[in-house]
């Protein structure tokens, strides 16, 4: 049996679990099923109760007491402990039917989704097919803000490239925390962030002025220098060169704009196709069984 499922990715309070939240609300409201998997080991309070959660396989306080670790390193050891105990995610996942929408909210650390093979031995075992057979989508979300900082901007999209590259599955990015940006950028100005024009790096507010010799003591100094603007150059011309990433938008206290973007999830993994016919409208049928 087919299953159908988004995995939730980003950088660190890129908004995820909000999302995820603002996800399972609209399913509700659509009669919709889902089932909430958080595999974050730190996180402590959910406003949806997940239906599986990795601290009930292991605790990441314990990993860092008994092995020494910090956070990050902690993490590490337990997404590897979770890869050598898949029964954990694949007796709770097996018994789920085509309707649901599984979501997995993810850690914000950026080691998993870049030097690290984890998440692509995840990704294959939830999607092989012959086993759980999850058609996923990944969704990859950075926090609108940086595009008030132009470099920071394309070290967020190149991350998210990498993790599409890396996956192999279908991808949406999605430029979350919209609300923080609106009234701050012109419209036509955002478009060429939802799908990064290069030619942003040219003409960012200040560059004109700027030789590129930085101030001698300024901490900022390296942020300005020529050798930091021909790296921000090769890093966008390598994301224009793929041509592969654009945004969506996300107003997470909008619940139109949470329902476009599943739209498109729901879309990427063909979710409508598998679906059987629905039974009429309860609502009518009761009215008809009054009169
Ligand atoms: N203004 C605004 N704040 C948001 C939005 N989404 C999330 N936040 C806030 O951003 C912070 C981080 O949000 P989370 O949803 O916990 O982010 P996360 O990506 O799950 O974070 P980690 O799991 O720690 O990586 C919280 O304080 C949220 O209230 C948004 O759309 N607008
Ligand atoms: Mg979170």
């Known amino acids: 049996m087919s299953k159908y499922g988004v995995l939730v990715m980003g950088p660190a309070g890129a908004g995820k679990s909000t999302f995820c939240t603002a996800l399972i609300t609209h399913l509700h409201n659509n009669r919709r099923s889902c089932f909430y998997v958080n595999l974050d080991p730190a996180a402590e309070e959910f406003a949806h109760e997940p239906d599986l959660d990795i601290k009930d396989l292991i605790s990441l306080e314990d990993v860092m007491e008994d092995m020494g670790l910090g956070p990050n390193g902690g993490l590490i050891y337990c997404f590897e402990f979770l890869l050598e105990n898949l029964d954990f995610l694949t007796e709770a996942l097996d018994p789920l039917t085509e309707e649901y929408l599984i979501i997995i909210d993810m850690p914000g650390q950026i080691e998993l989704y870049t030097h690290i093979p984890i998440l692509p031995a995840l990704v ?90 930085g101030v001698a003591g300024d901490p900022q100094t390296l942020m300005k220098g020529n050798s930091f603007k021909r790296l921000n150059r090769a890093v966008a011309g390598l994301i224009d060169s793929f ?31 598998a679906q059987e016919p629905k039974e009429p409208n309860d609502a009518i049928e009761v009215d008809e069984a009054d009169d």
């Open 124 to 213: 294959k075992h939830l999607t092989r097919t012959g086993a759980l057979d999850v058609n996923l989508c990944a969704a990859y979300l950075l926090e609108a803000t940086f595009v008030v900082d132009r470099a920071k901007f394309f070290a967020g999209t190149l991350s998210a490239m990498s993790a599409m590259i890396m996956l192999e599955v279908p991808h949406v990015n999605i430029l979350s925390k919209m609300d923080l940006v609106k009234g701050q950028i012109a419209k036509r100005d955002l478009k060429r962030f939802v799908d990064p024009d290069t030619t942003l790096l040219d003409d960012e507010p200040g560059a004109e002025e700027d030789d590129g010799q």
């Open 243 to 273: 041509s592969m990433v654009s945004y969506l938008r996300l107003e997470v206290q909008d619940e139109d704009s949470v329902g476009a973007i599943l739209s498109y999830i729901d879309d990427a993994i063909q979710y409508h196709e």
